[in-house]
């Protein structure tokens, strides 16, 4: 134990210049707390006990072992930065590392070079190249898809993971029957490593089947992927709820159908997937379809007989898209109630949706033959025409089929304008037709009185003010004036539609103001996100203004969620 020094406690000391020059010395505030003269310990600069020697002691020492502290503290500090930098060290990611996390991210067109570049340090390398070809199944590049998967299945013939993907692969390359008999090879064997991946190929052939027609079969083998293992990326379970809901509707099990299509409708994707674009904007589809259904279906189970009910289901699989399945069920109708004028008028619309004009318009002539007045055969009649217009004048607006089409349906649009004067809808239908006989004044009028209607009596969905702007900017009638006013016009009017902004932005952006057109276009993004209209506009607006990086991402995002388009830079 240190002996206590026998100075006075008045006396200083030893005086040492290098410790005058820390100036951390001079701010001991601890040590002054206790001793300056108002201090805890002040009352003993009046007493000449042995507790006053000791305090004079303690004051020395704190002068003394100061720089010595400070030191330690600065070490610690150090050593605690190092650890801080240590922890938080990353090491730079490996060309794989990085394209697996583009791929996660959907970036596939970014993620196909960074894996491309792993594959020419590592040509051996089999999860590279195995990621590289699910990438270039989801930029569709079928072929190239295929010679990778093709070599890979040399190096690893019993990979089950290697069957499903060429499976995708021959799907996407217009080769079904090959599809299914490589997901049928998944779905055979008994073996362990097969398990896992057994779930994405059921789910796979059972929406293949689906698609298909074949219902008994794609039933089956979607409850089998939805009761089995785990192994279904979000996507692919959200595919197989929704379509499975589909199957229990179309058996009329309305009550059982309303659960699998809830749990369609609130899929989410994982947390290192939820920036992905591509699979977002799919789960998104897939879920306005599941809401479509699960609002019609308790209409439909309200009928009375099942006759209706499956009239019923034909609408809601119609507003739903899924075509073949309101066919089917527009059949079994007409079967039992071939004078049902409506079903009839529907089925002509499934025709027409799916490519088949002819059958469409035999249909529709069949409703109108049955029940003249009609509106829904009416109104789907002229709007057929009118979408077969442009493909009319290019034979000529000469020929007599052209003529008879025309007059067709000017005088079905007449008679329905007679019948509703103050339809907006209707106005815009006309609109349609003047602009297909490029009668552009005509069109004009048309889109004012769908503009004045639709204030009186709005209708949900409609939009006259960005359609009316857009015609001018697309046609080049007056983007630059009219087009921009209508367009800001809608923005105040439909404030929370995303064609709203978008026409605003377009006009803008046709009449080269490119810096006013890009705020307009960031909202219509902003409320419809990755809508591709609005992308590619908004990536030339920020092209012409400089901003190269942003627009290089909207470019890219477009390659990955459009791949089969092509979008030109400006």
């Known amino acids: 134990?240190?002996?206590?020094?026998?100075?006075?406690?008045?006396?200083?000391?030893?005086?040492?210049?290098?410790?005058?020059?820390?100036?951390?010395?001079?701010?001991?505030?601890?040590?002054?707390?206790?001793?300056?003269?108002?201090g805890v310990l002040a009352w003993s600069r009046v007493n000449t006990s042995r507790l006053g020697k000791a305090v004079g002691w303690l004051e020395n020492r704190r002068k003394w072992a100061l720089p010595g502290t400070a030191l330690l503290v600065a070490l610690l500090l150090i050593v605690l930065e190092l650890g801080h930098l240590l922890l938080h060290y990353q090491p730079p990611l490996s060309p794989l590392e990085r394209g697996r996390q583009f791929y996660n991210s959907g970036q596939y067109t970014a993620a196909a070079g960074e894996l491309r570049q792993e594959l020419q340090l590592n040509p051996r390398n089999y999860e590279a190249k195995f990621l590289l070809a699910q990438d270039l199944v989801a930029l569709r590049q079928w072929p190239a898809a295929s010679a990778y998967l093709n070599e890979?299945?040399?190096?690893?013939?019993?990979?089950p993971r290697i069957y499903y993907w060429i499976g995708q692969a021959q799907?996407?390359?217009?080769?079904?029957?090959?599809?299914?008999?490589?997901?049928?090879?998944?779905?055979?064997?008994?073996?362990?490593?097969?398990?896992?991946?057994?779930?994405?190929?059921?789910?796979?052939?059972?929406?293949?089947?689906?698609?298909?027609?074949?219902?008994?079969?794609?039933?089956?083998?979607?409850?089998?992927?939805?009761?089995?293992?785990?192994?279904?990326?979000?996507?692919?379970?959200?595919?197989?709820?929704?379509?499975?809901?589909?199957?229990?509707?179309?058996?009329?099990?309305?009550?059982?159908?309303?659960?699998?299509?809830?749990?369609?409708?609130?899929?989410?994707l994982p947390g290192n997937q939820w920036d992905n674009a591509s699979l977002q904007t799919g789960l998104e589809r897939t879920a306005l379809q599941a809401r479509t259904l699960l609002e019609q279906l308790?209409?439909?189970?309200?009928?009375?007989?099942?006759?209706?009910?499956?009239?019923?289901?034909?609408?809601?699989?119609?507003?739903?898209?899924?075509?073949?399945?309101?066919?089917?069920?527009?059949?079994?109708?007409?079967?039992v109630a071939p004078a049902y004028t409506d079903a009839r008028a529907y089925l002509g619309i499934v025709y027409w949706r799916t490519g088949r004009i002819e059958k469409a318009r035999t249909a529709l002539d069949a409703a109108l033959a049955q029940a003249p007045a009609n509106r829904l055969a009416r109104q789907s009649l002229a709007e057929l025409i009118i979408d077969q217009l442009p493909g009319l004048q290019l034979k000529g607006e000469d020929t007599e089929s052209y003529r008879q089409e025309v007059e067709r349906a000017r005088v079905l649009l007449e008679s329905l304008i007679a019948e509703k004067p103050g339809d907006a809808t209707l106005q815009v239908t006309l609109a349609r037709f003047h602009i297909a006989r490029h009668d552009y004044q005509q069109a004009q009028h048309a889109y004012k009185a769908a503009l004045?209607?639709?204030?009186?009596?709005?209708?949900?969905?409609?939009?006259?003010?960005?359609?009316?702007?857009?015609?001018?900017?697309?046609?080049?009638?007056?983007?630059?004036?009219?087009?921009?006013?209508?367009?800001?016009?809608?923005?105040?009017?439909?404030?929370?539609?995303?064609?709203?902004w978008y026409a605003a932005g377009l006009a803008y952006s046709l009449c080269g103001h490119y810096t006013k057109a890009a705020p307009f276009l960031e909202k219509s993004l902003e409320l419809r996100p990755y809508w591709p209209?609005?992308?590619?506009?908004?990536?030339?607006?920020?092209?012409?203004?400089?901003?190269?990086?942003?627009?290089?991402?909207?470019?890219?995002?477009?390659?990955?969620?459009?791949?089969?388009?092509?979008?030109?830079?400006?």
């Open 1 to 38: 134990m240190e002996e206590v020094p026998q100075s006075s406690e008045t006396s200083s000391p030893p005086k040492n210049p290098k410790l005058k020059s820390w100036p951390v010395l001079r701010q001991a505030g601890f040590g002054r707390w206790l001793i300056k003269d108002n």
């Open 152 to 159: 890979l299945l040399h190096a690893a013939p019993n990979d």
């Open 533 to 570: 209209p609005t992308m590619y506009r908004l990536a030339v607006a920020y092209a012409a203004t400089q901003r190269t990086a942003q627009a290089d991402r909207l470019y890219s995002l477009l390659a990955d969620l459009a791949p089969d388009q092509v979008y030109q830079r400006r």
């Open 298 to 335: 308790p209409l439909a189970a309200a009928e009375k007989v099942d006759g209706a009910k499956r009239a019923r289901l034909a609408y809601a699989y119609l507003l739903a898209e899924e075509y073949p399945a309101a066919e089917e069920q527009l059949a079994q109708v007409l079967q």
């Open 452 to 500: 004045e209607f639709n204030r009186q009596k709005p209708v949900a969905g409609l939009n006259p003010g960005a359609a009316l702007s857009r015609y001018y900017s697309e046609i080049a009638f007056d983007p630059c004036v009219r087009g921009v006013d209508n367009g800001l016009e809608a923005t105040q009017t439909f404030a929370a539609d995303p064609e709203s």
């Open 171 to 268: 799907l996407g390359n217009g080769q079904p029957d090959s599809a299914a008999a490589s997901w049928n090879l998944v779905i055979s064997r008994g073996d362990e490593a097969a398990r896992p991946v057994q779930p994405r190929a059921q789910a796979a052939l059972g929406a293949l089947r689906f698609r298909q027609g074949q219902y008994g079969e794609a039933s089956r083998l979607l409850y089998a992927a939805l009761s089995g293992p785990p192994g279904l990326e979000t996507a692919e379970q959200q595919q197989a709820f929704y379509l499975y809901g589909l199957l229990l509707a179309r058996d009329l099990r309305f009550d059982d159908a309303r659960n699998p299509l809830q749990l369609a409708l609130n899929a989410r």
